[in-house]
């Protein structure tokens, strides 16, 4: 169990006292935390914290019943102990209302500031005590927040095995980032709709494990994100594309960006200074947002404009597979779209998908927008695609994912498919 959260468990034991053994009879307990506070709280003046806190508490205490517990552990996390338990389902419901109050916008001063929220669940177990059921509920915890975070976890006595688990990656893959062999960065091919020529390459990380092979980015990046890891992460593809920027001046080259990396005050000044110590400028290169990092509107346009101001490209990535509003587009200061790849992917098996993709190419260009479908992988899909007006074009078809020595794929494929 790490120190912090010995730590944590010995200040709740001690907030505790005041209540009896008997008092926690059949009791379940919800152990949560509010994920990457460190991040968040640099953007944050003074007091802030403390109303975002006050504010969470008020909306937890109205989502449990008068007789149950709330006690706020250290800064940033909090314990629902649920007394006179009665059944799973009305734990999960519970489970399901603090995630979503919690995810709702909080106003602090005049704007509004979004977190994300993950807990940690143990029921009632007659055996054991309440020390050893927190213990339980921060473990489920812990292992919510490897994975990722944002959502809630019960405990099983798997969840051990998976918490030792991604302790032992996290371990690994900050050993690896020491290691210039381990962490490899490829890059897929974009090309024009018209002629599929190459235009630009995205930059996608990879872990080449010793013992368990190349690993794709969702084998390890939750869990590099609830350690920590993910800015010197961010940082080491930067670097990698900037190189290939450089040898490939007539070509752009596209970075995912993490919403944790933007929460970084200076993440604007170090990117520019990456490149240009690369000797490259960042008109070359287009950075790859989410939707999820649009809803923390004041901390995305402060970055946004920030980076756009320096002469990066702002792309918003997986188009149409979450929730943004229409208005972020009228908002935000973006240059292009990248269709989701489930509409992409769509276009085999429906004509409403073809409509659909049509319609965000329009909703795109009407905005001045370039736009880019994703996940081409058939032969159909592009001629589809082509009768479309998309500007550029991504897929397995067009071109996989390769070390930038070997990327002479996209030519012959170009030229097959023409």
Same mark, same amino acid.
């Given at each position: 169990?790490?120190?912090?959260?010995? /730590?944590?468990?010995?200040?709740?034991?001690?907030?505790?006292?005041?209540? =009896?053994?008997?008092?926690?009879?059949?009791?379940?307990?919800?152990?949560?935390?509010? @994920?990457?506070?460190?991040?968040?709280?640099?953007?944050?003046?003074?007091?802030?914290?403390?109303?975002?806190? %006050?504010?969470?508490?008020?909306?937890?205490?109205?989502?449990?019943?008068?007789?149950?517990?709330?006690?706020?552990?250290?800064?940033?996390?909090?314990?629902?102990?649920?007394?006179?338990?009665?059944?799973?389902?009305?734990?999960?419901?519970?489970?399901? %209302?603090?995630?979503?109050?919690?995810?709702?916008?909080?106003?602090?001063?005049?704007?509004?500031?979004?977190?994300?929220?993950?807990?940690?669940?143990?029921?009632? $177990?007659?055996?054991?005590?309440?020390?050893?059921?927190?213990?339980? *509920?921060?473990?489920?915890?812990?292992?919510?927040?490897?994975?990722?975070?944002?959502?809630?976890?019960?405990?099983?006595?798997?969840?051990?095995?998976?918490? *030792?688990?991604?302790?032992?990656?996290?371990?690994?893959?900050?050993?690896?980032?020491?290691? $210039?062999?381990?962490?490899?960065?490829? /890059?897929?091919?974009?090309?024009?709709?018209?002629?599929?020529?190459?235009? =630009?390459?995205?930059?996608?990380?990879?872990?080449?494990?010793?013992?368990? =092979?190349?690993?794709?980015?969702?084998?390890?990046?939750?869990?590099?994100?609830?350690? &920590?890891?993910?800015?010197?992460?961010?940082? /080491?593809?930067?670097?990698?594309?900037?190189?290939?920027?450089? %040898? #490939?001046?007539?070509? /752009?080259? *596209?970075?995912?960006?993490?919403?944790?990396?933007?929460?970084?005050?200076?993440?604007?000044?170090?990117?520019?200074?990456?490149?240009?110590?690369?000797? #490259?400028?960042?008109?070359?290169?287009?950075?790859?947002?989410?939707?999820?990092?649009?809803? +923390?509107?004041?901390?995305?346009?402060?970055?946004?404009?920030?980076?756009?101001? %320096?002469?990066?490209?702002?792309?918003? $990535?997986?188009?149409?597979?979450?929730?943004?509003?229409?208005?972020?587009?009228?908002?935000?200061?973006? @240059?292009?779209?990248?269709?989701?790849?489930?509409?992409?992917?769509?276009?085999?098996?429906?004509?409403?998908?073809?409509?659909?993709?049509?319609?965000?190419?329009?909703?795109?260009?009407?905005?001045?927008?370039?736009?880019?479908?994703? =996940?081409?992988?058939?032969?159909?899909?592009? $001629?589809?695609?082509?009768?479309?007006? #998309?500007?550029?074009?991504? &897929?397995?078809?067009?071109?996989?994912?390769?070390?930038?020595?070997? +990327?002479?794929?996209?030519?012959?494929?170009?030229?097959?498919?023409?």
């Amino acid at each position: 169990m790490p120190a912090q959260m010995d /730590y944590e468990m010995e200040a709740l034991l001690d907030g505790l006292q005041e209540f =009896g053994a008997k008092d926690f009879a059949n009791s379940a307990i919800l152990f949560m935390d509010v @994920d990457h506070f460190r991040q968040l709280s640099m953007s944050l003046v003074t007091g802030e914290a403390e109303e975002l806190f %006050r504010q969470l508490i008020a909306r937890i205490r109205q989502e449990v019943r008068h007789d149950d517990v709330v006690k706020q552990v250290g800064r940033d996390s909090f314990v629902v102990i649920q007394r006179n338990f009665h059944s799973k389902d009305a734990l999960f419901d519970m489970c399901l %209302r603090l995630l979503r109050t919690a995810h709702e916008p909080f106003k602090i001063r005049s704007y509004p500031i979004l977190i994300r929220f993950s807990i940690g669940v143990a029921a009632p $177990d007659a055996s054991l005590g309440l020390e050893a059921l927190l213990r339980r *509920a921060q473990i489920a915890l812990q292992v919510q927040k490897n994975a990722g975070g944002a959502g809630f976890r019960f405990y099983t006595p798997l969840l051990e095995n998976d918490l *030792a688990r991604q302790n032992t990656i996290i371990g690994e893959l900050a050993a690896a980032l020491e290691d $210039d062999e381990q962490i490899v960065v490829h /890059y897929q091919p974009l090309v024009t709709r018209e002629g599929l020529s190459v235009v =630009g390459r995205e930059a996608l990380i990879r872990w080449q494990h010793p013992s368990a =092979g190349l690993l794709s980015p969702a084998d390890f990046l939750p869990a590099a994100e609830g350690a &920590g890891l993910i800015h010197p992460l961010g940082q /080491y593809v930067l670097q990698h594309a900037a190189r290939l920027g450089r %040898r #490939c001046p007539n070509e /752009y080259v *596209a970075v995912n960006i993490s919403p944790l990396q933007c929460r970084s005050v200076s993440f604007a000044e170090q990117a520019e200074a990456t490149v240009k110590r690369a000797g #490259c400028v960042p008109e070359q290169f287009e950075l790859e947002v989410t939707e999820h990092f649009l809803l +923390d509107e004041e901390q995305a346009l402060a970055t946004i404009l920030d980076l756009r101001c %320096r002469g990066f490209h702002i792309v918003l $990535d997986d188009f149409g597979a979450g929730y943004c509003n229409l208005a972020y587009l009228r908002r935000f200061p973006i @240059d292009k779209l990248k269709i989701d790849r489930q509409f992409i992917h769509g276009l085999d098996r429906d004509e409403r998908s073809f409509e659909i993709v049509k319609a965000l190419i329009d909703l795109g260009h009407a905005l001045n927008l370039r736009v880019t479908a994703e =996940g081409v992988e058939t032969q159909r899909q592009l $001629d589809l695609l082509q009768d479309t007006e #998309c500007d550029e074009l991504q &897929g397995f078809l067009l071109g996989r994912p390769s070390p930038a020595a070997e +990327d002479s794929q996209a030519e012959p494929l170009r030229r097959t498919l023409a």
